[in-house]
C-alpha cells in the first residue's frame, strides 16, 4: 500500500476533541497524514469536521470510527454508579441512572462515508474491532482504503482475513484506549516493537507502528523494525492546533506517571495517574460506552474546574517529550531527528 507520504509520519485519530481539523490539515501541509476522529460524534458531527478539515487541505486524509460491540449487562454497571454517587454528590452533578444502548451511529456513518458529503476522505481506520465483511466489502467498492487498528497478533489475523489495507500496530505504551477487539479482553503488555515483529510474522499487510513514539530516534527505531510508517498522538496534544485543553497540555508536563486504566470509560486506556485512577481501579467493569456515558458528568465538572486529580487526561508513556508549537514545525522537527537517528 503506497501511502504517498513525503514525510510517514500520522496524526492519530484522538476523539474527545483532541483531533481537530486544523490539526490534520497541518499534518498534511507537512507532508504527513492526518485523521479525524469520528468516535463520540453523530454522524453530523463527523461530516461537518471533514467539510473543515476539505476547506484547509487540498491533501487526502482519514477518518477513524469506533467499532460497536455488544451491550454490557446491567448489574456491574449499577454497582459502579453506586461507587461513584459520592462524588458525584461532591461536585453536585447527577449520574445516569439509565444508559440506553450506544452505537455510536455507525451504520449512520458508514452510510454517510459511502454516499454522503464526504470528499476528501481517503483512509478509514477502525477502532476497537473490525466491521462486517459486507461493510468492508462495501467500502473497498467506493475506493477507500480501510487500516484495522490492532494490539495482538490474532486482531492482526483477523484484519488481514477481512482483506483491509493495511495495519496499525498499537504498542501498550500508547495515550488513550487500547483498541483490543472486544472490551473484556485484557490489554497485551508486549512493547512496541517486538509486537511489531509478532505481527509481521502472521501478515503480509504494511504495518503503522503506533505507542510511545516521542522522538526521532523512537521514530527512526520504529521504521527501521519494519514500520512503513509511524503514528503519533500525544506527541501532538501540545501544539498549537491541538483541540487539547489547557489543564490537560499542563497535565503532560507536571503529572510523571501513566497507568491503563478502565476507570472513567469501560475499555483499558493509558491515562496520567491522578487521584481518581488509583481510587477506581480494578472497580470498574468492563462495559464501554455505559461506563463513559456513566462518569461523564464527573469528567466535564472536573474539567471545568481544572482538577487534575479527577480529569481523564489520556496520555502515552512518552507525554513528557509532546512539544509545543505549529504542528507542522512539530512534524518536519520530528522527521529531521528521525532521518539523523536512522
Known amino acids: 500500500m503506497d501511502f504517498d507520504l513525503a514525510v510517514p509520519l500520522i496524526a492519530a485519530p484522538m476523539a474527545g476533541g483532541a483531533s481537530t481539523p486544523e490539526l490534520v490539515a497541518a499534518l498534511n501541509g507537512a507532508g504527513g497524514l492526518g485523521f479525524l476522529a469520528a468516535g463520540y460524534r453523530d454522524t453530523g458531527g463527523m461530516i461537518e469536521q471533514v467539510q473543515r478539515t476539505r476547506e484547509s487541505t487540498d491533501r487526502p486524509f482519514g477518518v477513524n470510527l469506533f467499532v460497536p460491540g455488544p451491550p454490557a449487562a446491567p448489574g456491574p454497571v449499577a454497582a459502579y454508579r453506586e461507587r461513584l454517587l459520592p462524588e458525584a454528590l461532591r461536585r453536585g452533578v447527577e449520574l445516569p441512572a439509565e444508559i440506553p444502548p450506544d452505537r455510536d451511529d455507525w451504520d449512520a456513518k458508514l452510510d454517510a462515508l459511502l454516499h454522503g458529503p464526504t470528499d476528501g476522505v481517503a483512509w478509514v481506520s477502525y477502532t476497537f474491532g473490525l466491521p462486517e465483511p459486507a461493510e468492508a466489502a462495501a ?35 500508547a495515550g488513550g484506549h487500547r483498541a483490543t477487539h472486544r472490551a473484556e479482553d485484557r490489554p497485551g503488555t508486549l512493547p512496541l516493537l517486538p509486537l511489531l515483529a509478532a505481527v509481521q510474522e502472521v501478515t503480509p499487510l504494511p504495518l503503522i507502528a503506533a505507542g510511545g513514539l516521542g522522538s526521532g530516534a523512537a521514530i527512526a527505531a520504529a521504521l527501521g523494525a519494519g514500520a512503513a510508517a509511524v503514528q503519533l498522538g500525544t506527541a501532538y496534544l501540545r501544539t498549537d492546533e491541538s483541540g487539547a485543553s489547557a489543564a490537560h497540555r499542563r497535565a503532560l508536563l507536571e503529572l510523571d506517571a501513566t497507568t491503563v486504566t478502565r476507570a472513567f470509560t469501560g475499555r483499558p486506556a493509558r491515562a496520567l495517574r491522578n487521584a481518581f485512577t488509583d481510587r477506581h481501579e480494578g472497580r470498574a467493569p468492563a462495559a464501554y460506552p455505559e ?11 472536573a474539567s471545568r474546574a481544572e482538577d487534575l486529580t479527577a480529569m481523564h487526561l489520556w496520555a502515552g508513556t512518552a507525554h513528557r517529550e509532546a512539544r509545543a508549537g505549529r504542528a507542522a514545525d512539530v512534524t518536519r522537527e520530528l522527521w529531521r531527528e528521525a532521518l539523523r537517528a536512522g
Request: glycine share 8%; proline share 7%; hydrophobic share 45%.
Open 139 to 173: 467500502l473497498r467498492l467506493a475506493g477507500l482504503r480501510q487500516l484495522g487498528t490492532v494490539t495482538s497478533p490474532e486482531e492482526a489475523r483477523a484484519a488481514t482475513a477481512l482483506g483491509l489495507d493495511a495495519l496499525v500496530v498499537q504498542g501498550p505504551e
Open 291 to 301: 461506563v463513559h456515558h456513566l462518569t461523564q458528568p464527573l469528567r466535564a465538572a
